[in-house]
């Protein structure tokens, strides 16, 4: 079943993938500086991205004009190591990259309900449409924050809405969640969904196959026809 929009790269190995991963995303950002002056990353949490953040933040780029900001978030504190913020904090915003600017989602809302709002109106300081969204996706077929079975799944993936946060309670996901929403995640030039091992391919398969949203959030991705999708895949 071809993907006209989605092109697939496989790598033996994940230090393969994230060594030519980090020095795309590098290119993408330095040309999205020399055109409009600044640029802006969207990043994933969870277990994945934390290789490919050590070896990014290494990458020599002018990373004062570089807005980072996160595709999701849990609803935790940011000290906390289930915290995706965290992670970036721990992980990216060092060495070179310490320069560039951060929006991060958890704010100080006593809900998450509220946290969205909140969250929404701090990223129009980023720069859009995003330069580079790096997605994940877990083996349940989500992706950001956008959880199959969830009650804010219709709303999130609804492709009227504005662009902005959502707040998120899933039975099946650890915290309550903020996550970017569908029209959020496609105001950007550039996707790139990132996975690694077996198991999270074989979902990727089936999702490449056309079916409801509700079974595999992260076909609202692979499906649509407004962003270029990159699919960076190694055992
Ligand atoms: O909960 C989350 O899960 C996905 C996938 O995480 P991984 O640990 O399987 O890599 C991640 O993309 C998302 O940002 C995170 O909040």
């Known amino acids: 079943?071809?993907?006209h929009w989605v092109h697939e790269h496989h790598f033996p190995d994940s230090p393969t993938l994230v060594h030519a991963l980090s020095g795309e995303i590098k290119v993408d950002l330095e040309e999205a500086?020399?055109?409009r002056g600044a640029c802006s990353l969207v990043v994933s949490g969870g277990r994945t991205?934390?290789?490919l953040f050590e070896q990014l933040r290494t990458e020599a780029l002018d990373w004062t004009k570089v807005w980072i900001a996160l595709a999701d978030e849990r609803w935790v504190e940011t000290t906390s190591p289930d915290s995706n913020e965290y992670l970036v904090r721990e992980t990216l915003l060092q060495d070179l990259?310490?320069?560039a600017h951060f929006i991060g989602l958890k704010n100080p809302a006593p809900k998450p309900e509220a946290g969205a709002?909140?969250?929404s109106r701090a990223l129009t300081r980023v720069p859009r449409p995003f330069d580079v969204?790096?997605?994940g996706m877990g083996e349940d077929g989500h992706t950001a924050s956008l959880f199959p079975g969830s009650l804010a799944l219709a709303r999130g993936l609804d492709p009227a809405a504005v662009?902005?946060?959502i707040a998120v309670n899933a039975l099946t996901a650890p915290h309550a969640r903020l996550s970017l929403n569908l029209s959020a995640l496609l105001d950007s030039r550039r996707i790139i969904l990132y996975i690694e091992g077996e198991a999270k391919r074989h979902v990727y398969l089936r999702a490449r196959v056309p079916g409801t949203v509700a079974e595999y959030p992260v076909?609202?991705?692979l499906h649509q026809r407004t962003v270029p999708v990159d699919v960076f895949w190694a055992p």
């Open 97 to 99: 990259a310490a320069a």
């Open 33 to 35: 500086i020399g055109e």
């Open 219 to 221: 076909r609202a991705i």
């Open 49 to 51: 991205p934390r290789a």
């Open 163 to 165: 662009p902005g946060c």
């Open 117 to 119: 709002e909140w969250a």
């Open 133 to 135: 969204v790096v997605l």
């Open 1 to 3: 079943m071809p993907l």
